[in-house]
């Protein structure tokens, strides 16, 4: 069961949301792995990682994380994530 679960709406072209998906998670010297409708990623905060999924669903990039650092909130990775992708 994931840890959180949340959903960020586009409006944009599914490529151009997925490839600034990459583009942050890649930033922080992540890995973003997957296609138009699935993937994965890691990235380490605070020397601890985060690991999650991705699903495109219609204009909606559904996010699973697996596993988080206990000290970083869910709200704080979904705000995060809306603030780099929006």
Partial sequence: MPACSFSIPFTKDAT????KAKKTVESQDGVFTGDIKSGNFNVTVFGNTITGTYEVDGQNLNMNIIDKPFMVPCAMIESYLKGQLS
């Fill in 16 to 19: 151009e949301i997925l490839d």
